[in-house]
């Protein structure tokens, strides 16, 4: 029973809860985040102590780390060596805190984010103006609690004379809650500490005429007031940091940029290994080396240009694709009245200033009592000299010194600090001149004892011996800005040509969907022979296009893909293009009607989309230029079961043929069709009856004379002049163009508009193929059915039509260059 009485039968969860609650807060309370009145973590504080006890100052010689860590370990902090000599070496780090408190010999890191030698390795101590965050720790300025094992005294605060939070900022992690303060300028600080004392309602606008902003110790610029503003005023808020680059002139007529500023916390190494990862793999253009020079005399990374290149191009991307710029959010968090609070800057300004009243009244308090105390003694040694054989006689009549003591108390009325003070008084001491030094001594104590009276009596005083503290320290430590502020966040914008190398190449796409581009040498080498296909596709488009152009791909089911030329996969000529859904998601049953290539989005230029039930579209070009690539996007809407025939780019001004299956051709003009949105559903087109479709939609221009090239299922096929039809109106029925057979009538499988070089090529449902000359059929009227060109008994019925794809350059009349 006894040993069962040892154990407690808890729930889990409540033993859990109640040891993470206090690992948490121990932790956000002893680790992790700063004190808001002297800025430091825990085992900062400690360190800076205990080189303080250890006389390890900025005017004595440096000291073995080891040493130190070991004394910060064995007194006060009984954690691992590593947490405790990290966070030293944090401390020494000019690239980290602005005003750095240790100073260090040896490695003690990099801005590459190289480790620090070992700690048997480098020496410390403190540095001059840790001196002042230590200042009158003796006076009883601050609470002191017993260390771990009860055998010393650390302090719970340092008199921190100098408001080191927002001077060299914070940043940490604990349980729910993180901190990250970033540094400011020590004269900016104060100035706003001394504003605050004189005007405690001063708001953040106001502080600001003072404390512009953070000012990191390795400079770069800021931008965007409002963030920092934002951040004052709410202790969160987000500011662009970039670091400073500068365009330079080389000779020959090409550029560098040169970086001799990075922002704050970023790994230089990093940052320049990525920059030449986007050289290598081509993701910016323009780069021909990246050199990091960095030496003794300052950082330095030159980003070297190709002749020609756009520096101010590259730079922006870099700013944007690198951390050359990065985001920094304040999160400013700190202890305070033991709680972690998230504090504006009038706050924390108001914790700085309520701790130094603190700690100025105890060093007064403290000044007080010791000049009283000595200013007893003195006026004891004055009597005492002034009746001096007398007291000699006492003294040598006396057993020992506590008689002594005992027989001046009762005969002169000495007091026993003043009977002390006598008896242990060298024998040198009593010359005459000392009377006259004691009187001094004692002036000049009446004058501070009522001087330190008035100053704790009033604290219109005690305020005037905290700013002048200030003004004294701001002119021993202050330094210039190293961070410049831009009121506004600059948008950046990268042209394409910085991204992409302007290369034309070829760019093929396949009815079923294969495409690539090509390098043109790969496709002179191949003489454009032995295309790779699969069994079954053709070619649809065959272009000559540069990386910089677009082409849009247009589906049956009314969508279409927005394929940058520079993203499309790059392949040999003779090797199969890349499937359309390994680029963007199609769906099962979707193919590629048509493929057009834009190099700009123009005003006047717009699409024209032909459907299988008639229906006719047309959208201004402009309104598909997409900003996102990654999956198909809406180009029509379509009812039930439609399908999407053809599609055109066109002026605007063009003429429209559009045919059914059942052989009816319509002509009018593109006027006809008022253009509409992107996911609009369009017009009629065409007037269709029972079981008939449209099966071809084309466009000419007005002045152009095509022939209209007619193929059966039946493997009939039949040219015909334009002047053979009449031009009507919008969603008429059209003209008849084939003889009506009561057996078996031949049904349209497709309609081109040719012109004399073309050729067709048909193919059957037995995949057998052949390839006509258009101009090899003379023209015919609307009565005949043409010519039978395949025994559709032996190949099968004509499932496709096409026109052969002719290698063309799409832009070639914009091309200022060309004929």
């Known amino acids: 029973m006894a040993e069962a009485e040892k154990y407690l039968d808890l729930p889990l969860e409540e033993v859990l809860g109640d040891r993470f609650g206090r690992y948490s807060k121990y932790i956000i309370q002893e680790r992790a985040l700063p004190d808001a009145r002297d800025g430091l973590k825990p085992v900062q504080r400690r360190i800076l102590y205990a080189m303080h006890q250890e006389r390890n100052t900025h005017d004595k010689a440096y000291r073995k780390s080891a040493k130190t860590v070991g004394t910060v370990i064995g007194n006060y902090h009984p954690h691992g060596d590593s947490s405790v000599y990290e966070a030293m070496v944090r401390l020494s780090q000019t690239w980290k805190l602005r005003k750095p408190l240790v100073e260090m010999h040896g490695n003690n890191g990099s801005v590459d984010g190289d480790p620090p030698a070992a700690m048997r390795y480098t020496e410390a101590r403190l540095s001059a103006i840790s001196s002042e965050l230590l200042r009158d720790i003796e006076k009883e300025t601050v609470e002191f609690i017993p260390n771990f094992d009860d055998t010393i005294e650390e302090p719970t605060v340092l008199p921190a004379k100098f408001p080191n939070l927002l001077v060299n900022g914070s940043t940490g992690i604990s349980a729910g809650y993180a901190t990250e303060i970033p540094p400011h300028n020590l004269g900016e600080v104060i100035d706003a500490v001394i504003m605050k004392i004189d005007k405690p309602n001063a708001e953040v606008p106001e502080l600001m005429t003072k404390l512009k902003g953070p000012d990191f110790p390795t400079g770069g610029t800021i931008q965007g007031v409002e963030g920092i503003q934002k951040a004052y005023e709410n202790g969160k808020g987000?500011?662009?940091?970039?670091?400073?680059?500068?365009?330079?002139?080389?000779?020959?007529?090409?550029?560098?940029?040169?970086?001799?500023?990075?922002?704050?916390?970023?790994?230089?190494?990093?940052?320049?290994?990525?920059?030449?990862?986007?050289?290598?793999?081509?993701?910016?253009?323009?780069?021909?080396?990246?050199?990091?020079?960095?030496?003794?005399?300052?950082?330095?990374?030159?980003?070297?240009?190709?002749?020609?290149?756009?520096?101010?191009?590259?730079?922006?991307?870099?700013?944007?694709?690198?951390?050359?710029?990065?985001?920094?959010?304040?999160?400013?968090?700190?202890?305070?009245?033991?709680?972690p609070t998230l504090l504006s800057l009038p706050t924390m300004l108001d914790a700085y200033i309520s701790h130094q009243k603190e700690v100025v009244t105890r060093q007064s308090v403290y000044d007080l009592n010791k000049a009283k105390r000595r200013a007893h003694i003195v006026e004891g040694l004055i009597k005492a000299i002034s009746i001096l054989d007398d007291v000699i006689a006492t003294i040598r009549g006396s057993k020992d010194k506590q008689d002594a003591k005992q027989q001046l108390m009762n005969q002169y009325s000495f007091t026993e600090a003043q009977a002390e003070a006598i008896v242990t008084l060298q024998l040198y001491r009593l010359t005459n001149t000392d009377i006259t030094a004691l009187e001094a001594e004692a002036e000049e104590l009446r004058k501070q004892i009522s001087y330190l009276e008035k100053l704790l009596a009033s604290e219109h005083e005690l305020m005037k011996v905290i700013k002048s503290d200030l003004r004294s320290m701001k002119k021993q430590y202050s330094e210039d800005r190293r961070t410049k502020i831009e009121d506004e966040v600059q948008e950046l914008k990268v042209d394409l040509e910085v991204t992409v190398a302007s290369e034309d190449v070829l760019v093929t796409v396949t009815k079923d969907g294969y495409l690539k581009r090509t390098s043109l040498r790969s496709y002179a080498a191949s003489n454009g022979a032995d295309f790779a296909l699969k069994d079954g596709d053709h070619l649809l488009r065959l272009l000559e296009m540069n990386t910089t152009d677009t082409i849009l791909l247009f589906t049956n089911l009314g969508k279409y893909l927005f394929l940058p030329v520079h993203k499309l996969p790059d392949i040999r000529w003779k090797d199969l293009g890349q499937y359309i859904s390994n680029i963007v998601q199609v769906e099962k049953d979707e193919h590629i009607v048509e493929a057009i290539p834009v190099r700009e989005f123009k005003e006047d230029q717009y699409l024209l989309f032909f459907t299988k039930n008639g229906m006719v579209k047309k959208s201004e070009l402009k309104l598909y230029q997409a900003q996102r690539h990654s999956k198909a996007l809406v180009a029509i809407n379509l009812k039930g079961n439609d399908e999407v025939v053809d599609v055109h780019v066109t002026d605007g001004h063009s003429e429209i043929f559009i045919a059914s299956n059942k052989a009816y051709g319509l002509w009018y003009s593109e006027e006809e069709v008022n253009a509409v949105g992107q996911r609009a559903a369009g017009v009629k087109a065409i007037h269709l009856k029972e079981e008939e479709e449209v099966i071809s939609g084309q466009i000419f221009q007005k002045d152009e004379d095509p022939s209209v090239f007619l193929s059966t299922h039946r493997a009939a096929v039949k040219r015909m002049r334009l002047k053979e039809f009449e031009k009507a109106s919008r969603a008429k029925r059209g003209v008849i163009m084939l003889r009506e057979l009561k057996n078996n009538p031949h049904r349209l499988i497709d309609v081109h508009l040719v012109h004399r070089d073309d050729q067709v090529i048909l193919k059957t449902e037995k995949e057998e193929s052949t390839t006509l000359n258009v101009m090899d059929y003379k023209a015919n009227d609307r009565y005949s059915n043409g010519s039978y060109v395949m025994d559709t008994d032996q190949n099968g019925k004509i499932s496709e039509a096409w026109v052969k794809p002719l290698y063309e350059n799409p832009f070639h009349s914009e091309d200022p260059d060309s004929d």
């Open 238 to 339: 987000k500011i662009v940091l970039r670091g400073r680059a500068e365009i330079q002139e080389l000779r020959g007529g090409r550029e560098q940029i040169v970086i001799d500023e990075i922002p704050f916390e970023v790994n230089k190494a990093t940052m320049v290994k990525r920059m030449d990862e986007l050289r290598i793999d081509r993701k910016v253009e323009g780069i021909s080396e990246v050199r990091d020079e960095t030496d003794r005399t300052g950082l330095r990374v030159v980003i070297e240009l190709k002749k020609d290149a756009n520096s101010e191009g590259v730079l922006n991307y870099l700013y944007k694709h690198t951390d050359l710029q990065i985001s920094y959010s304040f999160n400013m968090v700190a202890i305070h009245d033991r709680t």
